[in-house]
Structures are given as structure tokens and as C-alpha cells.
């Protein structure tokens, strides 16, 4: 008989690989359209100009004369870079530098004064983690705003490439984030050094913070035991995140001109670029789990959760940054795995087709296309990228691996005559099969066997199967139901 690998999109890694049977249980550098199977985009190095620190932001925006242009903040600088590849250092002057990598904070000079013995590290305090330094960027109009929260000014840029940031007149000191509100009010976030505190300027004046009778400026103190990290647009207002809640900003107008109702108390957000926003909605992850906001949050259910929960460097997990691909439908996470420092890894939620995806790519940070031609992510070296740009993966390899398949039942097993291929190029992707007798037995592997225009003759035994195909490095490649003949084989 023929058996068709019809598998659903999406990977499924929670449990053990025996319970993925019929999903797909690894994944790398692939995804799915209307069904079909083939490689992400590829990418190229966008300008041989590099950035210098760790970059931990990027967004792109035009300018009153449709000039196109990006930022990108790293622990120890800004830049902005044209549609043409320049970029140019626009740091601002006397900028207190921030942190690369997270660190435990301990050492002399941690905890209260005169506890301890002088000169020596406060062990009681190693479990504190200060968080690598991420720029909170976004634009009033065509200025550019940002808040590195080591330094806590607010910066803005009037798009003059001679003319480095500036600090804001009278906004507040020691701010975290920066958020400009659908109500042209420009807001800090954690504002002059309390983590609970909002603070905004009166509209269309981001200079005037004094509240008075016949402006809108003003301040309020959430009522939460969280510190504020980040705050997003959302469809109907904003979101204002903590590490432990989630609340959401009304516009009231005069006398109060915002409220700031509770709307989620557990799904805090693990890392200050972890969220995200698609078509009027946000997405984030929290400290166990991702979330979505379409007018309340609510957890996500994750097919992928074991991968990525269980294999994140915790010790690092502020550097965790999403993005939106539009073009898409997909929401990005780069994380760093438990065997690295740095981003390494990436999780990948479609919804609009509702499944998981993930794999490997070092990415610190990356926005989405418009209004570039490319999406653009910068790597640890200060390299900057156009994704989604062909389909050279720079050496990697892309591919997927499904769950077990059962063949045979009780003990008897199956023989895999031939391979009836499925795959629009005809030889761009090898399949290898693996079998076992059992789901903890020793696994056999057969191949790899090229995916042509006719049947493949293949040999394999075994009681229940995977296969993983791998598509050939530049080649957009589409891998759809391929067939394998099976026959009744030998008892265990």
C-alpha cells in the first residue's frame, strides 16, 4: 500500500518525540503557505558598515518628505541608517552607556550600606540580575524618540544625519521606555527613576510636562509590584507592560485624560523587546508562556512551549526580542538557548493559520519590512541584514523532521519499497528515514535519497518511521505529500 506523508504545518515538541507522532517534531529555516512546505527567505549583509555595542532595537519610519530611514539603538550608541545602506552614529552627547549582557549585579558597593564586611561581594545579592540594555524607540511623526533606560533621558532626532540626538526640553529624567500614544501624547515610562510611574507631556507639545488647567500633561502611579519595562499601540488605546502584569491605557481626555485599568495580573513580560504588535493586536512572551491582546490577553496555546521553556538561557532572558513579519503572518522571537549567551535560537507564531514554528538563526534584534524594501536584523558582530532577500541561508541548513509514523502493530514489522516524491523542483530536497522497533529502541537510519521526477527505489525496515528532508542551500524549493510504499516485513 502507499502511505501518504501527509503531516499538518507547524512543529509539535511538547512530551516526548513519540508523542509528536504525525506532527512535525523539528524544524530549521523552513515554513509553510497555504499548506505548502519550503525555506524562509534568505538573506544579505546590508552594508559593510557595522554597529558598535550590542544591538537591542531597530524600527523604520519615513519622514515629512518620504525619505525612509531606520534606527538602531545598542548598549552604547544610536544610529540611524537610510534606505540606502548609510549609517550614521547619532549618539547623543554625554549618553550614560548600558550593559551588553546581563550581569548578577553583585559586587562591592550591592546591597544596604555597612552590611557585610567592606570590600568584599554581597553573596546574598547574586540572585539579582541587572538586564542588558535595551533602547525604547518610536516617533512623533517624523522624530525620532528614545530612552536607553541606563541613562533614562529622552532623546529625540529630527532626521538631520549632521545633527546628533538631542535631550527632550523639561521631559523627565530617569525614564525606562518611551511610548508616543494614538492621541499625539508623548508618555515616559517609569519616569524620573520610579518602576511604576507614567508621566506625559501635554498633546502635540513634547516639551510641555508641567500639568496645568489648560493643558493635557500629567502623571499617574500603576498599582502593581511590578517594574514597567515596555508599552505598545494596540487597536482602542495602548498596553502598558511590567514584569508581572499588563495594563491598559484609555484615553479619558480633560481633566484626567487617561485611565489605567488592570488587564492581565500574571502575563508580565520576561524582557523589555518580547513584545510586539500585528494588525492592532499584541503579542509577547511572559516568563512560562506567550500571549496576545485583542481587546483582553490571553495565553496562547504553544505547541513549541517544551523547546523554547525549557532550553532558554534564563540568566540572559532580557535579551529576548520579537518582531512582526507581516508579509507573513508570523510573529517573531530570537532568544538565546541554554548553551549560549547570546540570541541563538528563534520561535516563529503564524496566526493566521495558527501554528508554531522554530529553529536556529543569531539574530540580536529586527523589524519588519515597510516602509524598507527588506525586513533588516543585525547580528553580535554589528552586521546589518535584508531578510526575506532570496533564499542563501550563508551555509545553513534548512529542513524538517517529522514524528513517528507507525507501520507495523503488535510485532510485526514493515519494508519501504519506494519513494513516490512530491516536490515542485524535482531533486532539491534529500529525505532520510529513520526507524526503530520501538519508541526508546536503537534507531536505524536509511538514505539520504534524492526527491526526483520518478519513483525512488528505497530499503528500509522497521516498526515505526520518521523522515527528515533537507532542502538544497538557494533554492526555493516546495515539498508537498510524498508517497512511500510499504509492504508487511518480519516480526520483531
Same mark, same amino acid.
Given at each position: 500500500?502507499?502511505?501518504?506523508?501527509?503531516?499538518?504545518?507547524?512543529?509539535?515538541?511538547?512530551? *516526548?518525540?513519540?508523542?509528536?507522532?504525525?506532527?512535525?517534531?523539528?524544524?530549521?529555516?523552513?515554513?509553510?503557505?497555504?499548506?505548502?512546505?519550503?525555506?524562509?527567505?534568505?538573506?544579505?549583509?546590508?552594508?559593510?558598515?557595522?554597529?558598535?555595542?550590542?544591538?537591542? /532595537?531597530?524600527?523604520?519610519?519615513?519622514?515629512?518628505?518620504?525619505?525612509?530611514?531606520?534606527?538602531?539603538?545598542?548598549?552604547?550608541?544610536?544610529?540611524?541608517?537610510?534606505?540606502?545602506?548609510?549609517?550614521?552614529?547619532?549618539?547623543?552627547?554625554?549618553?550614560?552607556?548600558? /550593559?551588553?549582557?546581563?550581569?548578577?549585579?553583585?559586587?562591592?558597593?550591592?546591597?544596604?550600606?555597612?552590611?557585610?564586611?567592606?570590600?568584599?561581594?554581597?553573596?546574598?545579592?547574586?540572585?539579582?540580575?541587572?538586564?542588558?540594555?535595551?533602547?525604547?524607540?518610536?516617533?512623533?511623526?517624523?522624530?525620532?524618540?528614545?530612552?536607553?533606560?541606563?541613562?533614562?533621558?529622552?532623546?529625540?532626532?529630527?532626521?538631520?544625519?549632521?545633527?546628533?540626538?538631542?535631550?527632550?526640553?523639561?521631559?523627565?529624567?530617569?525614564?525606562?521606555?518611551?511610548?508616543?500614544?494614538?492621541?499625539?501624547?508623548?508618555?515616559?515610562?517609569?519616569?524620573?527613576?520610579?518602576?511604576?510611574?507614567?508621566?506625559?507631556?501635554?498633546?502635540?507639545?513634547?516639551?510641555?510636562?508641567?500639568?496645568?488647567?489648560?493643558?493635557?500633561?500629567?502623571?499617574?502611579?500603576?498599582? *502593581?509590584?511590578?517594574?514597567?519595562?515596555?508599552?505598545?499601540?494596540?487597536?482602542?488605546?495602548?498596553?502598558?507592560?511590567?514584569?508581572?502584569?499588563?495594563?491598559?491605557?484609555?484615553? @479619558?481626555?480633560?481633566? @484626567?485624560?487617561?485611565?489605567?485599568?488592570?488587564?492581565?495580573?500574571?502575563?508580565?513580560?520576561?524582557?523589555?523587546?518580547?513584545?510586539?504588535?500585528?494588525?492592532?493586536?499584541?503579542?509577547?512572551?511572559?516568563?512560562?508562556?506567550?500571549?496576545?491582546? *485583542?481587546?483582553?490577553?490571553?495565553?496562547?496555546?504553544?505547541?513549541?512551549?517544551?523547546?523554547?521553556?525549557?532550553?532558554?538561557?534564563?540568566?540572559?532572558?532580557?535579551?529576548?526580542?520579537?518582531?512582526?513579519?507581516?508579509?507573513?503572518?508570523?510573529?517573531?522571537?530570537?532568544?538565546?538557548?541554554?548553551?549560549?549567551?547570546?540570541?541563538?535560537?528563534?520561535?516563529?507564531?503564524?496566526?493566521?493559520?495558527?501554528?508554531?514554528?522554530?529553529?536556529?538563526?543569531?539574530?540580536?534584534?529586527?523589524?519588519?519590512?515597510?516602509?524598507?524594501?527588506?525586513?533588516?536584523?543585525?547580528?553580535?558582530?554589528?552586521?546589518?541584514?535584508?531578510?526575506?532577500?532570496?533564499?542563501?541561508?550563508?551555509?545553513?541548513?534548512?529542513?524538517?523532521?517529522?514524528?513517528?509514523?507507525?507501520?507495523?502493530?503488535?510485532?510485526?514489522?514493515?519494508?519501504?519499497?519506494?519513494?513516490?516524491?512530491?516536490?515542485?523542483?524535482?531533486?532539491?530536497?534529500?529525505? *532520510?528515514?529513520?526507524?526503530?522497533?520501538?519508541?526508546?529502541?536503537?534507531?536505524?537510519?536509511?538514505?539520504?535519497?534524492?526527491?526526483?521526477?520518478?519513483?525512488?527505489?528505497?530499503?528500509?525496515?522497521?516498526?515505526?518511521?520518521?523522515?527528515?528532508?533537507?532542502?538544497?542551500?538557494?533554492?526555493?524549493? /516546495?515539498?508537498?505529500?510524498?508517497?512511500?510504499?510499504?509492504?508487511?516485513?518480519?516480526?520483531?
Amino acid at each position: 500500500m502507499l502511505v501518504p506523508l501527509n503531516i499538518p504545518p507547524g512543529v509539535y515538541t511538547n512530551g *516526548t518525540e513519540y508523542q509528536s507522532k504525525g506532527r512535525n517534531f523539528d524544524a530549521n529555516l523552513v515554513r509553510w503557505q497555504f499548506g505548502a512546505l519550503g525555506p524562509i527567505g534568505g538573506w544579505r549583509q546590508r552594508t559593510t558598515t557595522t554597529v558598535s555595542g550590542k544591538a537591542r /532595537r531597530v524600527i523604520s519610519w519615513r519622514d515629512n518628505s518620504n525619505q525612509i530611514f531606520a534606527a538602531i539603538g545598542t548598549n552604547s550608541n544610536l544610529y540611524a541608517m537610510t534606505v540606502g545602506g548609510a549609517v550614521t552614529d547619532i549618539t547623543p552627547s554625554g549618553l550614560t552607556t548600558g /550593559r551588553a549582557d546581563a550581569d548578577t549585579g553583585a559586587g562591592y558597593g550591592t546591597g544596604l550600606y555597612g552590611r557585610g564586611p567592606y570590600g568584599v561581594s554581597n553573596p546574598a545579592v547574586t540572585n539579582t540580575i541587572n538586564p542588558a540594555s535595551v533602547w525604547s524607540l518610536d516617533t512623533f511623526g517624523q522624530i525620532l524618540l528614545g530612552v536607553l533606560p541606563d541613562d533614562g533621558k529622552l532623546y529625540e532626532w529630527n532626521v538631520d544625519v549632521n545633527v546628533d540626538a538631542t535631550q527632550v526640553t523639561n521631559a523627565p529624567i530617569s525614564n525606562k521606555a518611551v511610548l508616543v500614544t494614538p492621541e499625539r501624547i508623548v508618555m515616559c515610562l517609569g519616569a524620573a527613576g520610579v518602576p511604576r510611574d507614567v508621566a506625559w507631556s501635554d498633546q502635540e507639545d513634547r516639551n510641555q510636562w508641567t500639568a496645568a488647567a489648560n493643558n493635557q500633561a500629567g502623571n499617574f502611579s500603576l498599582q *502593581t509590584a511590578g517594574t514597567i519595562l515596555n508599552a505598545v499601540n494596540v487597536k482602542g488605546g495602548s498596553l502598558i507592560f511590567t514584569d508581572k502584569d499588563v495594563w491598559r491605557v484609555v484615553y @479619558l481626555g480633560p481633566p @484626567l485624560v487617561y485611565g489605567f485599568p488592570q488587564d492581565n495580573a500574571g502575563g508580565g513580560l520576561v524582557s523589555a523587546g518580547a513584545v510586539t504588535t500585528a494588525d492592532g493586536a499584541a503579542y509577547w512572551m511572559s516568563h512560562e508562556n506567550f500571549y496576545v491582546y *485583542t481587546g483582553y490577553s490571553q495565553p496562547i496555546k504553544c505547541d513549541v512551549h517544551d523547546a523554547v521553556f525549557k532550553d532558554i538561557n534564563r540568566a540572559q532572558i532580557s535579551k529576548v526580542t520579537a518582531w512582526h513579519n507581516a508579509s507573513f503572518g508570523e510573529v517573531w522571537w530570537f532568544y538565546p538557548s541554554a548553551d549560549s549567551t547570546e540570541n541563538d535560537k528563534y520561535v516563529v507564531y503564524d496566526y493566521r493559520e495558527g501554528h508554531w514554528n522554530k529553529g536556529s538563526l543569531s539574530r540580536l534584534c529586527a523589524t519588519d519590512k515597510a516602509p524598507l524594501p527588506y525586513p533588516i536584523a543585525v547580528d553580535a558582530t554589528g552586521k546589518i541584514y535584508d531578510h526575506e532577500f532570496g533564499y542563501d541561508h550563508n551555509g545553513d541548513v534548512s529542513f524538517i523532521e517529522h514524528g513517528p509514523v507507525e507501520l507495523g502493530s503488535g510485532e510485526n514489522s514493515s519494508n519501504l519499497t519506494f519513494l513516490y516524491p512530491d516536490e515542485s523542483a524535482q531533486g532539491d530536497v534529500s529525505m *532520510t528515514f529513520k526507524t526503530k522497533m520501538y519508541p526508546n529502541g536503537t534507531e536505524r537510519s536509511f538514505g539520504p535519497y534524492t526527491a526526483t521526477r520518478q519513483p525512488v527505489p528505497i530499503r528500509v525496515h522497521g516498526r515505526q518511521m520518521l523522515v527528515k528532508a533537507i532542502g538544497a542551500e538557494s533554492t526555493n524549493w /516546495r515539498l508537498g505529500v510524498p508517497r512511500i510504499e510499504v509492504k508487511p516485513g518480519s516480526k520483531r
